[in-house]
C-alpha cells in the first residue's frame, strides 16, 4: 500500500505569493499517476491536475504539477483570494488501495 | 453537463444497513470505472470502492470488504454501495466519482451523509 506525506500541513501566504505544496509516496508511483485536488468547506473536491502534470480542464493555469517517482509538488503561482483552501493529493497505482495524502491547508497570512 | 448525484445516507444504528445510489447524467456512463470515496469529519478523503465498467471487477478498501458491496445498472447510469455491519468509524460524507481514463477523479457528485451511531 502506497503512503502519501503531504507537507507542510498548513501554509500561510499572502494574495500574490507563490505557494509551493509537497507530496512525498512511499514508493513509486505507476507511471506517476499522481492526482491534485482544491476542496474548500462544505464542497466536493475539485481535480486540479492529473498524471502528476496535466491540467484539468478549467483549470487557471497559475496551477502547475510537477515530479515523478516519490517526488511530487504542486505550485501555484500567484495566490488568488479564492485559492486559499485544503489541497490533497491522490494517487493511482497499479493496485488499491487508491490512497489520498493527509492535505495541506493553504491560509490567509 | 456532466452531474452526479447521490442519494441514500442518513442516521442507522451500529450494524445496520444503507443502500447508498448515484445516478448520472451528461455522459456515457458504461464508459467509465465508477468509484465511492468517503470523507470523515474533519479528515481528508478516502477511496472505499471502486468498479469497471461492465461490474465484472470490484475492488473495496480492507476495512469494508465483506460488509460493502458495490454495483452499478449501466441501463439506468445509476451506482451503488451497499453498506452493511456499519460501524461508527464508518461515519462520513459518501461521494460517488469518475474516471475518464485518466487515472483521476475528474467529476463528483455533492455527497451524502452517512452517520452511524446508537
Known amino acids: 500500500e502506497i503512503v502519501l506525506t503531504q507537507s507542510p500541513g498548513t501554509l500561510s501566504l499572502s494574495p500574490g505569493e507563490r505557494a509551493t505544496l509537497s507530496c512525498r509516496a512511499s514508493?513509486?508511483?505507476?507511471?506517476?499517476?499522481l492526482g491534485w485536488y482544491q476542496q474548500k468547506p462544505g464542497q466536493a473536491p475539485r481535480l486540479l491536475i492529473y498524471?502528476?502534470?496535466i491540467r484539468a480542464t478549467g483549470i487557471p493555469d497559475r496551477f502547475s504539477g510537477s515530479g515523478s517517482g516519490t517526488d511530487f509538488t504542486l505550485t501555484i503561482s500567484r495566490l488568488e483570494p479564492e485559492d486559499f483552501a485544503m489541497y490533497y493529493c491522490?494517487?493511482?497505482?497499479?493496485?488499491?488501495?487508491?490512497?489520498f495524502g493527509g492535505g495541506t491547508k493553504v491560509e490567509i497570512k | 453537463e456532466v452531474r452526479l448525484v447521490e442519494a441514500g445516507g442518513g442516521l442507522v444504528q451500529p450494524g445496520g444497513s444503507l443502500r447508498l445510489s448515484c445516478v448520472a447524467s451528461?455522459?456515457?456512463?458504461?464508459?467509465?470505472?465508477m468509484f465511492w470515496v468517503r470523507q470523515a469529519p474533519g479528515k481528508g478523503p478516502e477511496w472505499v470502492a471502486s468498479?469497471?465498467?461492465?461490474?465484472?471487477?470490484?475492488d473495496y478498501l480492507d476495512s469494508v470488504k465483506g460488509r460493502f458491496t458495490i454495483s452499478r445498472d449501466n441501463a439506468k447510469k445509476l451506482l451503488y454501495l451497499q453498506m452493511d455491519s456499519l460501524r461508527v468509524d464508518d461515519t462520513a460524507v459518501y461521494y460517488c466519482?469518475?474516471?475518464?481514463?485518466?487515472?483521476?477523479?475528474?467529476?463528483w457528485g455533492q455527497g451524502t451523509m452517512v452517520t452511524v451511531s446508537s
Open positions: 466519482a469518475r474516471d475518464p481514463y485518466t487515472k483521476a477523479f475528474d467529476v
Open positions: 451528461g455522459f456515457t456512463f458504461s464508459s467509465n470505472w
Open positions: 468498479i469497471e465498467t461492465d461490474g465484472s471487477r470490484a
Open positions: 514508493q513509486s508511483v505507476n507511471n506517476n499517476f
Open positions: 498524471g502528476a502534470s
Open positions: 491522490q494517487q493511482f497505482g497499479s493496485s488499491p488501495p487508491y490512497s
